[in-house]
């Protein structure tokens, strides 16, 4: 969301941009179209949304504009952003040993009979084994794909690797598409140097969490890249979390590409987002020793992630008794802030109603009534919700408004006792 409106006030924008979100299933394009927060840019035509089959490669379909993206239409250069993907694709696996290749064939079981076979919860059973089988003479029909194995098993004493065959194929799709010209720029669970394959993270492990993912060999990646005329950036140091690595197409061969090089250098090398995660993992042991003016620069750091926002919001409250007036407004500022940077896409936690709720206790309450009346407007009516809202107009005199809500609350639930209360406070003496 954010790159939508940093490019309106960049040197671009006078250069008509079209961003293009894929996926593979149609229910989801038909929520993000309909979605209240892109529906502005969608009928601006800066938005539209394509499914896409990353093993297939098929043409991409715009289902706004209804043009095909094709490499006779592309005018400028595409440039490719793809976040935790290339880890859920197909990957081949293989080993070496003694300088001999061998391809892993997998066997996936558990260990009881399985009624459903689409129950999602197979996941967390499933027992992964695999037999080793020689691999000579030219595995894949690509060369370059066999150059890059070869290279392997040359290098590598003795290691087990995962060839990330549908992230190649996807780049060798978009490079196609693009005539060429091209930026990816790619994050996902992964390594790109033998190091890391040497110290057992090219094992074909699956990771479980809901679905299941694979890291991914962006030291490969990037030896098909260059193979097509690319270049490649990868971080220097060790990824914990999250590789990014870009891959530039279209460019001289001697460098170029400054500006595109100098922003990865401040963006991934300099300070990232795996580094913020690490980073985040300690700090988030220790927020309750940490003064409102630590946590929002924290917050800024974050980029106004609302999921950091919910894990500090209790120590925010703490301190509401203490904070001036000052403070109040940069934490005012702060939750409009997280709110901009946030798109709801239906999660069990209420963004919106926990902000509110904090505008509530500063005695923000015309900008409290406006969050919470996005809460209500995400996930319906609820009594607590209700009851803030009454709360709200209560604290801006607006009485008739904050019987309403304080009505609604009841409604909703008979036995809330603070809304009995506020109701006969609101009331007229003797009314009923």
């Known amino acids: 969301m954010g790159g939508l409106y940093a490019e309106r006030d960049s040197a671009l924008k006078g ?44 043409e991409l379909t715009p289902v706004v504009s209804g043009e095909p993206l094709s490499a006779g239409a592309m005018r400028n250069p595409l440039m490719v952003v793809s976040n935790y993907f290339f880890d859920s694709l197909p990957q081949d696996a293989f080993a070496v040993a003694e300088g001999r290749l061998s391809e892993m064939l997998v066997t996936v079981s558990t260990p009881r009979r399985e009624p459903d076979p689409e129950d999602p919860d197979i996941l967390s059973r499933v027992e992964v084994a695999y037999d080793h089988a020689p691999a000579d003479g030219d595995y894949y029909e690509d060369p370059a794909w066999n150059r890059i194995l070869e290279d392997y098993s040359r290098r590598l004493p003795s290691a087990a690797f995962l060839f990330p065959v549908a992230a190649l194929k996807c780049v060798e799709y978009f490079h196609a598409l693009s005539g060429g010209r091209m930026l990816l720029l790619s994050g996902d669970r992964g390594y790109c140097d033998d190091e890391a394959i040497l110290r057992g993270e090219g094992t074909p492990t699956p990771a479980v969490h809901g679905s299941f993912s694979m890291m991914v060999d962006y030291q490969a990646v990037g030896e098909y890249c260059r193979h097509l005329g690319g270049q490649v950036l990868h971080p220097a140091h060790r990824a914990e979390s999250l590789n990014v690595s870009a891959f530039l197409f279209g460019g001289p061969a001697d460098g170029g590409f400054v500006e595109t090089r100098q922003a990865y250098e401040e963006a991934v090398e300099k300070f990232g987002p795996d580094d913020f995660f690490t980073l985040k993992e300690g700090v988030a042991g220790v927020y309750d020793s940490l003064s409102p003016g630590q946590l929002l620069a924290f917050l800024r750091l974050s980029g106004w992630d609302h999921r950091r926002f919910l894990e500090c919001l209790h120590v925010f409250k703490r301190h509401l008794p203490e904070l001036d007036e000052t403070r109040k407004r940069e ?41 919470l009346q996005h809460s209500e407007d995400l996930y319906g009516p609820e009594p607590g919700t209700a009851y803030n809202m009454a709360v709200c107009c209560h604290g801006l005199r607006q009485t008739a408004k904050a019987l309403e809500h304080v009505n609604r609350a009841l409604e909703l639930d008979a036995d809330f006792d603070a809304a009995r209360a506020l109701r006969i406070k609101l009331r007229p003496s003797g009314g009923r």
């Open 331 to 371: 934490l005012g500022r702060a939750v409009r802030s997280v709110w901009d940077a946030y798109l709801p896409i239906g999660e069990e936690e209420d963004l919106a109603f926990h902000l509110g709720t904090l505008l509530l206790e500063m005695e923000s309450y015309a900008e409290a009534l406006e969050f």
């Open 15 to 58: 250069i008509p941009v079209r961003y293009v979100m894929t996926d593979l299933a149609e229910r989801n394009l038909e929520y993000w179209r309909a979605h209240p927060r892109l529906r502005p840019l969608v009928e601006e035509g800066s938005l539209d949304f394509a499914l896409f089959d990353a093993e297939r490669g098929r």
